[in-house]
């Protein structure tokens, strides 16, 4: 039997029951879709990640690229990869139908995105890049730039990177020094350093496209002095030839994990002869960019939540089948040994893989239908729903990548020393988790992101909206008697998120940023307990409903496990605010007085 790396029941669950995506066929937007024609969708994503994806995960991880004669050389899949997922539609997927996309819901084509990720990440991280930065080129490109670059992208023969680190600016974009020199033919000549580039160059396309910041010759300092280029590997002329553009390799990375994907630093117009043509307008680069980067945070949760879909998986089959002890109550010696998922301390950890990944998925594809829906509604409600998304977004992209390493460290627990060994993949989903919280973002910028920006932005009208959401979600499954505990205890919790708010933003105001913003890292954890405690509760609360019905036997156990996971969650994570919000409330500033020469000897 093929190995499982993603339940297509789970996604189907939250995609028809918990998230109604069926409904947004109501709009004209989404109007030529309909609940059979995304179920082949899915289908054909479960069938492409078995027969290319899933076959060469652990080859792509022993053949990592390298750095031949300037050329980055890939594993020859992925010039497969690229050509298969161009032509299936499934870098357009949500690309409007004029670019030849198939205007497919977010919803619907994230949870391809897991069903590839599950199956090989790095082979999944090609053409999600390459949708991302051609839909930087539709939202802000003229008509050249559309037209020269996205059939190019969109078809997998080119593809598109995010171009934006640089050695002194990672986290601190704003420390950016590449520069654009405007020449009279409308072009800029690029001059500078990227590093750490995805995908930057490698031989499974015909052409590489940077979307990268740079700074135009006089502006001014700061994150207001950046503008956005599209700066190709090899330049089209007017002919579509294509010329080099004086961008080279400078070296790739030997990473921990993650080794399917090149991860390159650039020289970029050492002969002076990089040709750049601006996005958009001068000096607003950075907000450009933020489309990209909101887009990727969510696409790195997806992920990280699919790494530990795939490493639950593989948990959860090997405890099935591994024989181990006996009961605690049984006394013959003699008696066989039972499979280890009937002990309890096991089942405690499959039921922890289990709730952080579930619920993780459930936040992103909360994610995806309020991204769903500002394509649809009204505009006070468009305003809603981008405020709850850009709430949300540091809260998916964290909670999935921090707590996914936990999750897949208790799947190698599960395998016992088995698990630590390359006889089992999941010692390199652990190598391949490790890399989500850093990038895109790390957990520390995301945290002062949610605290310092997203909490307190337009008075606070992001937050209670996402009060809002979460009350309507305890007033409706409290109706169901076993859901009445776990409404009341996730009301309780969004209370006790709301006096750690308004205490810290009373912190704000009496003594300052540096001691309001230290233990931000802190709050987006208790912050991502009760927005996973909510996505849990949505999901009981489904799976009560289906309960009272008629169902098979694999129903009854598959809403059950969901009625036990949601339990787990609240009896065994959610406890964890206390210890949090004891420190986030207790006052000290120790981390802002601590001082740097006190770490010596
Ligand atoms: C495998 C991989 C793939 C990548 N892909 C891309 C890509 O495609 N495109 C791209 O442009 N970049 C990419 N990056 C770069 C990535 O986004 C950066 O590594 C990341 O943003 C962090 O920057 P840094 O490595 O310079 O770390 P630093 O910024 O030096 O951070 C080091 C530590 O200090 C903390 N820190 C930094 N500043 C602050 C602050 N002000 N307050 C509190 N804490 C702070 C950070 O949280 C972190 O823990 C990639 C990186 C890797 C490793």
Redesign the pocket.
């Known amino acids: 039997m093929a190995e499982k790396y993603i339940s297509i029941r789970n996604l189907k669950f939250l995609l028809y029951d918990v998230f109604d995506v069926t409904s947004l066929t109501r709009h004209p937007y989404f109007k030529q879709h309909n609940r059979k024609m995304f179920d082949m969708v899915l289908e054909a994503a479960m069938k492409l990640s078995g027969s290319l994806l899933h076959p060469v995960f652990e080859e792509m991880d022993r053949k990592s690229p390298e750095l031949a004669n300037g050329q980055v050389k890939v594993h020859p899949v992925v010039r497969d990869v690229m050509k298969e997922f161009g032509q299936g539609g499934w870098i357009a997927a949500t690309f409007p139908s004029e670019y030849d996309g198939e205007q497919l819901p977010s919803l619907i084509a994230n949870a391809c995105c897991m069903v590839f990720s599950a199956a090989n990440y790095s082979a999944s991280v090609y053409p999600g890049l390459t949708s991302g930065a051609a839909r930087l080129i539709l939202s802000f490109g003229d008509d050249a730039l559309k037209s020269t670059y996205l059939p190019l992208m969109l078809s997998g023969k080119w593809q598109g ?5 640089e050695p002194q600016a ?3 974009l704003t420390d950016i020094i590449t520069t654009a020199s405007p020449t009279p033919d409308g072009y800029y000549l690029i001059r500078g350093r ?1 590093t ?3 995908a930057g160059d490698h031989d499974g396309v015909d052409n590489i496209v940077h979307l990268m910041l740079a700074r135009i010759e006089g502006a001014p300092a700061g994150p207001k002095g950046i503008s956005l280029f599209v700066v190709p590997k090899l330049r089209p002329d007017a002919e579509k030839a294509l010329t080099p553009n004086d961008i080279t390799v400078s070296q790739i990375f030997h ?1 921990m994990g ?1 080794r399917g994907a090149p ?1 390159t630093e650039l020289s970029i117009g050492d002969k002076n002869d990089c040709r750049g043509y601006l996005l958009g307008e001068p000096h607003k680069g950075l907000g450009y960019m933020f489309q990209m980067m909101n887009e990727e945070r969510i696409g790195v949760g997806i992920g990280a939540a699919s790494i530990a879909s795939a490493a639950y998986h593989a948990a959860l089959n090997y405890a099935g089948s591994r024989c181990q002890g006996r009961n605690v109550a049984a006394k013959d010696p003699l008696s066989p040994q039972i499979p280890i998922i009937e002990h309890s301390d096991v089942k405690r950890m499959l039921l922890f893989q289990r709730a952080v990944m579930e619920g993780a998925v459930s936040l992103l594809l909360q994610c995806s239908w309020y991204d769903d829906l500002c394509r649809v509604v009204s505009p006070p409600e468009k305003k809603r729903c981008k405020l709850l998304l850009e709430l949300l977004t540091p809260v998916a992209k964290t909670y999935a990548s921090e707590m996914g390493i936990l999750a897949v460290s208790q799947s190698i627990q599960c395998f016992g020393g088995y698990g630590y060994c390359e006889d089992f993949p999941v010692e390199q989903h652990f190598r391949d988790m490790r ?1 989500h919280p ?8 995301q945290g ?1 992101d949610l605290l310092g920006r997203k909490v307190v932005m337009q008075n606070g009208d992001a937050f209670k909206a996402f009060l809002e959401e979460v009350g309507n979600t305890v007033d409706s499954a409290r109706q169901f008697p076993r859901l009445q505990t776990l409404s009341i205890r996730l009301e309780a919790a969004v209370g006790r998120l709301q006096d750690v708010t308004r205490h810290l933003v009373g912190v704000a105001m009496q003594k300052g940023a540096d001691i309001f913003l230290a233990d931000a890292t802190l709050y987006l954890e208790l912050f991502g307990i009760v927005v996973i405690a909510w996505q849990w509760l949505l999901q009981a609360e489904k799976a009560e409903q289906a309960l009272a019905g008629n169902l098979s036997a694999a129903d009854i156990r598959f809403y059950e496990g969901k009625h036990y996971t949601a339990r787990y969650f609240f009896a065994y994570e959610v406890p964890k605010m206390e210890g949090l919000i004891q420190r986030l409330t207790d006052g000290d500033p120790l981390t802002v007085e601590m001082k740097p020469e006190y770490f010596q000897d």
Do not use: V
Request: no cysteine; net charge positive; proline share 0%.
């Open positions: 990177t995010m171009a934006l680190t990672g986290s601190s990227k750490f580039i995805s990473k993650y991860i890399i850093i990038h895109e973002g790390t957990t520390g910028i002062m």
